[in-house]
């Protein structure tokens, strides 16, 4: 067994993997010298008896900037870590279409999802929220959130349906990845694209994350127009692991979503045994805190879509099929303006999380590990306590300090489902938080200035 090769080059974090810096880059990396061939990619026999392979992330002819693919060098095919499939309980997991709750319109509020005692992976821990769009038409997404208490263990999966989007909240997780080792603690995301290998191993106890599951077009960094060149999350932060690679012969599982069901496969061989790769389709890692937030320095309050992280285009210009935003730590210093986000109803459906500390719409009951949804066109904004706040406290520049919250936007209404609508942390009283605005018109009054 030669477990986790160490390789010679990449970037050291805290927490000991190894990356290569830049966002959509064409990478090489090999845990073996000369594993990678020179100047071709399917030589007639590669170094160490290698199989050379192909994954696809776009279609073969799509256009250079959006064109995707990466060659993996490893023991063994992946067609032979794949044998006769069988279906696999889908467990909790849901995918779009579907209708299954019957829950009535309305903004949704839930509270942190307790990670229960019993075992659980990052397959029968992950539990959908909501859904949006359909899987079949590359279209939409799914909202879910994994409770995990035990690591995969001889255990695999990939995702045919999308890309996974994945959000630490609590303690961390590590990623083994047929490309190499991605390692996230709260603050940070990890992202294993549509149809890579992986498993989920705890590292410092039982986790609980977020995770967007994309069915289109892959995440990439938003155009930024007039910001121009730098500021929010900047290329060279993401974090691409390098080649490391298993050669385990002892029995595995591999499970497949695909099509909105889960099927599984026995062989007898770890799959991550890529010894080099190379191309610009990969998983990779974010740290959110590295995000450089633009905003108002004068007065009013932007759009949100100033926090973009990460979008994932549709076919029409500025019509998100997702995009993934973050309320980071940042300075407030508008004048004569109402600071926290403004009521509104929206074209878009807005699935958010709290990552850690108070977020300012909703100092209340909008807590670290809980969620909430404002669907297509429902009207939200600050609560009662918030809007009294901000409407009367001396605007002086206040610091956000301490706070991440996110939101997966998506151009399609999200469907709840049956878990979601009858987990015991949805809040009743979530529309109650808005009762308290009063009727404050008066024909005669005027603000000065
Ligand atoms: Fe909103």
């Known amino acids: 067994m030669n477990e986790l090769v160490s390789p010679v080059i990449g970037l050291s974090t805290a927490l000991g993997a190894k990356y290569m810096s830049g966002f959509g880059n064409t990478f090489e990396t090999e845990a073996l010298p000369g594993a990678l061939p020179v100047g071709r990619n399917s030589p ?33 095919a992946s067609v032979r870590h794949t044998g006769r499939f069988e279906r696999h309980d889908d467990g909790l997991i849901r995918t779009a279409p579907q209708r299954e709750s019957a829950l009535p319109i309305g903004p949704l509020r839930w509270g942190p999802t307790p990670i229960p005692s ?3 992976t990052f397959v029968t821990g992950l539990r959908t929220m909501t859904t949006a769009g359909d899987c079949e038409t590359h279209a939409g997404m799914a909202a879910h959130v994994a409770l995990i208490t035990e690591s995969m263990v001889r255990e695999h999966m990939f995702n045919a349906d999308g890309e996974f989007l994945i959000v ?9 990845t047929e490309f190499g080792t991605i390692e996230i603690e709260p603050g940070e995301v990890c992202v294993i694209p549509r149809g890579v290998i992986f498993r989920v191993e705890l590292i410092n106890g039982p986790a609980r994350a977020y995770v967007c599951e994309n069915y289109g077009g892959g995440f990439t960094l938003p155009d930024r127009g007039p910001i121009g060149a730098n500021c929010l999350a900047n290329a060279r932060d993401f974090l691409a692991p390098v080649a490391s690679y298993e050669d385990v012969d002892a029995p595995h599982t591999l499970i497949v979503k695909w099509g909105g069901e889960l099927y599984s496969t026995q062989v007898p061989h770890s799959p991550i045994d890529v010894v080099a790769w190379h191309g610009n389709y990969y998983p990779y890692k974010y740290d959110l805190r ?24 549709s076919e029409t210009p500025g019509t998100a099929n997702i995009d993934f935003v ?63 706040h ?56 005027r603000e000065p200035g």
């Open 168 to 176: 630490a909240q609590q303690n961390s997780l590590r990623f083994r």
């Open 290 to 313: 590295r995000f450089s937030p633009v905003g108002a320095i004068s007065f009013d309050h932007p759009d949100p879509s100033i926090f973009t992280v990460m979008t994932s285009p």
């Open 44 to 76: 007639q026999k590669v170094n160490y008896g290698l199989y050379a392979e192909q994954l696809s992330g776009s279609p073969f002819t799509a256009p250079q900037a959006t064109n995707q693919r990466s060659w993996l060098y490893r023991i063994r």
């Open 390 to 445: 901000a409407s009367n406290v001396e605007l002086k520049p206040v610091k956000l300090t301490n706070t991440l919250a996110f939101m997966f936007e998506t151009r399609f209404r999200q469907r709840v489902t049956k878990y979601a609508a009858e987990l015991d942390s949805l809040q009743d009283n979530y529309i109650d938080c808005w009762t308290g605005l009063s009727k404050n018109f008066n024909p005669n009054r």
């Open 326 to 388: 973050i309320f980071p730590e940042r300075w407030a210093v508008a004048e004569n303006t109402f600071r926290p986000p403004w009521y509104h109803r929206n074209i878009m459906s807005e699935f958010m999380g709290l990552v850690y500390g108070v977020y300012d719409a909703k100092p209340e009951g909008f807590v670290p590990g809980g969620m909430s949804l404002h669907n297509q066109m429902l009207p939200h904004g600050p609560d009662t306590d918030a809007f009294n």
């Open 118 to 120: 019993e075992k659980l």
